[in-house]
């Protein structure tokens, strides 16, 4: 009798030790703990996560009707993210009016900011546009973009949040 109170309270001990101890590592790496989470997380986890129209782009390629989207038209100055997982994708200064109703860059924040990946779909050849840390479809590229990459990156609005830079 008194062997098992022992081992209870010490699993109860251990339980709640194991708690707090996982509470702190939360906060202290947040930003890390999201970024592998956001790879690994199942369909029906983005499911959760995403509203109807994101999921549709993001997890299953859709695209936006032109001229809808939020950004297509944007001319603030900030950084646009990735919807699904908040990483960095581009920078205002790189957008540019390409007229086709959805925003475009002509270069990515960084290199490794986004994949780009060989999309033979609806009998087209195109290079489709990934999020480079979750993977979630942004876009496709064209080789006909301004200067100095030469390079259109067409990207569906929502599929991006952007976060205004500091005046
Ligand atoms: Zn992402």
């Keep these: 009798m008194e062997i098992r109170t022992l081992a209870l309270s010490t ?37 959760e996560k995403l509203d109807a129209e994101e999921y549709r782009v993001l997890r299953q390629k859709g695209t936006e009707s032109a001229f809808t989207g939020e950004f297509w038209d944007s001319k603030k100055n900030g950084v646009y993210v990735c919807a699904a997982c908040s990483e960095p994708l581009f920078d205002s200064e790189t957008k540019f009016e390409s007229g086709t109703g959805w925003p475009s860059y002509y270069e990515a924040i960084k290199d490794g ?10 009998g087209m050849m195109r290079t489709e546009v990934v999020c480079g840390n979750c993977g979630g479809h942004l876009g496709h590229l064209f080789p006909d973009g301004p200067q100095p990459t030469g390079m259109r990156y067409c990207i569906n609005s929502v599929s991006l949040d952007m976060v205004p830079k500091e005046e």
């Excluded at 194991?18 to 930003?31: F, I, P, R, V």
């Excluded at 900011?113 to 609806?122: F, G, L, P, R, T």
Aim: glycine share 0%.
């Design 11 to 47: 699993m109860i001990m251990l339980t709640l030790s194991a708690c707090s101890q996982n509470e702190q590592n939360n906060m202290s790496t947040e930003s890390n703990d999201k970024k592998e989470f956001a790879a690994e997380m199942s369909d029906e986890q983005w499911r």
């Design 113 to 122: 900011a986004v994949k780009e990946i060989h999309d033979n779909s609806h």
